[in-house]
Structure formats: C-alpha cells, structure tokens
C-alpha cells in the first residue's frame, strides 16, 4: 500500500492541525539510550529560567550518588525528592526497595495532585511499575488527573502503552553505541 500523498510529505510540509491552548503536558522519555532523564532536566532548567517552580521525584536513585544535576538544581530552587534505593541489581533486599518505591510514590501522588508546581519531573517511574511494585492504573490515573496546570515528564525504560497513550510528547531514545558496553565506567560530569 502506497503512503497518501499528505503521508509522502516530508513532516514540516505537512497540514497542521488548528493551535488550541492547554493548560498543561505530559512529556515522556523512553527507550533503551542514554539520555532520558538528561533531557528531563534540561526541561527542569528551562522551567527554571521562565520563573517555574519545579519538583523532581527520583524512584531508583538514592542520595548516596551525589549526581551533579541534583546539586545544581536545587542550587535553582527546584524541590527534589531522591526517595530510591539505588539499581535493583544492587538491591540485596527487593521488599525493601520495593517499600521505598511505594514511599516515593506517595511523595510523587502529592506533589502531582497539589497544585504547586509548574513542572514535576517523575525519573525513572516506569521501572517500579514495570516491576510490578505500583500498581501503573493508579500512577497514570495521578498523572492524567494531576493540577491543571501541572506539566510531568516521565522518564524509563518500557513505557507502559498506557502512559504512551496519556501523553502529549513521547521521545523514544535509541542507543546506537555506549561505552558502558566496553567497560568504560561511568563518569561524573557526563553520566551523573
């Protein structure tokens, strides 16, 4: 079957849908490259230099890695929240990370449906649903349901269809080649 001929256009040549204004949008960073919660932040900063209070919850992370955007932003006044216990791989105790998961989620749940921020960035939400540890109707349900003017990006690996689904942007990052995959370890200032 041959692509109509709007289809064959190249994307900036085709018809645009009439501009309509919302009061806010859900942003999702997927796929299995490197960069997702990166381009997060690099919305946190933007956010920050319009003046927008922003709130940043981290599901896998946990304090004892000191990353370099944590540090900076909140030296901008953003809120942030490191309510994660570190890669499962690590975890010698999987209902204890899955616990604290719970706990960042109630964090997140608060800050979504509270109305004080114009940003909320949920990192890394889709591993914790994915490994079954929330219950991922109820998170999209939040972030559907979230303050009106409440924009979140959602950043992991797998999105779930349903997030897929709710959000306005999904940008899905590929990895071509890491150095991870030839031992280089991971360096601060570039990794975290």
């Not at 940003?119 to 890394?124: I, P």
């Not at 972030?143 to 009106?148: C, L, M, N």
Request: hydrophobic letters at 40%; a neutral charge; charged letters at 25%.
């Amino acid at each position: 079957m041959s692509p109509t001929r709007t289809e064959a256009l190249p994307s900036h040549d085709r018809p645009r849908p009439p501009r309509r204004h919302v009061p806010s949008v859900v942003l999702v960073n997927t796929g299995d490259g490197k960069g997702k919660s990166t381009a997060a932040f690099g919305t946190v900063m933007r956010a920050v230099a319009r003046g927008w209070r922003v709130g940043v919850v981290q599901f896998m992370k946990s304090g004892r890695y000191r990353t370099g955007e944590e540090q900076v932003a909140r030296d901008l006044g953003v809120d942030w929240w490191t309510i994660g216990d570190g890669f499962t791989w690590e975890s010698d105790d999987l209902g204890r990370s899955e616990a604290i998961a719970r706990s960042a989620w109630e964090q997140a749940a608060h800050v979504l449906a509270a109305g004080e921020h114009d940003v909320v960035v949920l990192d890394e939400v889709t591993y914790p649903v994915n490994y079954g540890w929330l219950d991922g109707h109820e998170v999209w349900a939040a972030v559907r349901d979230r303050a009106p003017a409440t924009n979140v990006v959602c950043t992991g690996r797998n999105a779930p269809e349903e997030l897929i689904a709710l959000a306005d942007t999904v940008t899905e990052m590929r990895n071509v080649k890491h150095a991870y995959q030839t031992g280089v370890r991971a360096r601060r200032g570039i990794d975290f």
